[in-house]
């Protein structure tokens, strides 16, 4: 095993502690915007899915990659909006509408 | 240039944990998505930068293709069907990883390339996580919208068969890391993946969904993280861990909600068998009492204090504004009303609340079941709306029900009890609520919405 591996590997299970460490923290009202906004995120393989689209390997690579970003970018920019539409509605006080 | 974009990537992931902690509290939760997106843009313009990266049509076709359908669908589903929309963007992002990894494979068996050994396991982990995300968010998806059946679909040596593809799985994985270079096994892998994706998620009933959609959200993520290690990508590691992470402690919460083990959920076929457990004879011969929305109505008036419990059904008919209106109206009147919200009442985590914040009810009224269960006391009227399982005191004092033992919200401690429901047919586990038959409890049938609008009508005129 290669010490960059190992590298990724610490990053990867110190992450997943920070993970749990803040998503604990979440309370049941938020629950649903916490799956969508979180769902946002992993939508960061579009990083991968540019790189792979991008560098003109192959023709089936570029293919694939260009479907990974169009999956990843339905998965950032829906994740985000739709979060953003629920989170818009939670309010404290009922607003001047009445 | 690398070092720089190395650290835009940590900027990015920092900004997504203080988007997260942002969520632990309504009144910054929506600043926190915006950090969360700003750390988004923020990895996708440095990668820009890449220096693999030699031209650009693609991405940029790939990327508006993918935003206008995201905008699209962000912008167009409605909030009852959240747990269809959130279903359907895991699988997206399962797949986004399945077919990075899938494009890495390719490059790197070409003649001239060389794919080491620990690149090829991270490839194989993420196709294969990536896939059955793909094809099990899929099905759970169609599951939700009611497009396959919501019931659990058992078969014989079901377990079996999926252990069987595990295996198989396993030794086309340990062969591959052999002699990569075959298309038709790497392939072969992959198709079995996402057949085991929908194998795992046919068996599991439609009250189970918020467990599925936790985990599916948690896979989606580790997918991502094992993209992070294939490309040697601190970002995607710590972006998909914290995703994995987040699903895990959400299914943990929904299990502990219905007091099951994760193996419980994930291979029980819940709801399919307890057809079979008898149903208490004495119980369905007493009957349950039909009432009146002019009754129930005055009811609800003269009331000091009503709780709302809702259930599925309010999602299915659409009629959480109805129910903000009742709500209203009997304010007015200085009834005090709260709502008891069960951790798995809905199809996922948090749906009722997501649902009554769109009636623009604020969400100190909207209390957890820790919150609430010490009030039914006090409390004069409760108002179940399309709730079944969450409320049966059979989980309090009928050892021989398949849901025993799981929390519930004590609405037969209040003084009267009011049941808006379809008809007499049992909830979704196919098990009799003793509740109907209370003798406090009144039933008023019908569909959700209706029957409030009825309500709503009744109380005017009280």
Known sequence: ?98 | MAGFIALAYLIAASLFIIGLKRLAAPATARQGNFISAIGMLIAIVVTLFDRQILSFQWIVVGGVIGSAMGLWMARAVKMTAMPQMVGILNGFGGGASLLVAAAVWHRLIQPGAFLPVETAVSIYASTLIGGVTLSGSIVAAGKLQEVISGRPLLFRFQHALNLILCLSIGGMGTYMLISPGHPGVFIAMNVVALVLGVLVVIPIGGADMPVVICLLNSYSGLAAAMTGFVISNHGLIIGGALVGASGIILAQIMCRAMNRSFANVLFGGFGAEVAAVAVDRGLAAKGVRETTAEDAAVLLSYSRSVVVAPGYGLAVSQAQHQVRELADLLEKRGVTVKYAIHPVAGRMPGHMNVLLAEADVPYPQLLDMEQINPEFEWTDTVLVIGANDVVNPAARNAPASPIYGMPILDVDRARHIIVLKRSMNPGFAGIENELFYNEKTVMLFGDARKSLTRLIDEVKHV
Request: cysteine-free; overall charge positive.
């Open chain 1, 1 to 98: 095993m290669t010490e960059g591996l190992v590298i990724l590997l610490v990053i990867f299970v110190l992450a997943m502690f920070v993970g749990f460490e803040v998503v604990t923290k979440v309370p049941t009202t938020l629950h649903t915007p916490l799956m969508s906004g979180s769902n946002a995120i992993s939508g960061i393989t579009i990083i991968g899915s540019m790189v792979v689209a991008g560098m003109g390997a192959t023709t089936l690579a570029t293919i694939f990659g260009v479907i990974a970003v169009a999956f990843a970018m339905i998965n950032v920019v829906g994740g985000y909006v739709v979060t953003d539409r629920m989170l818009q509605m939670f309010k404290r006080k009922r607003e001047a509408e009445r």
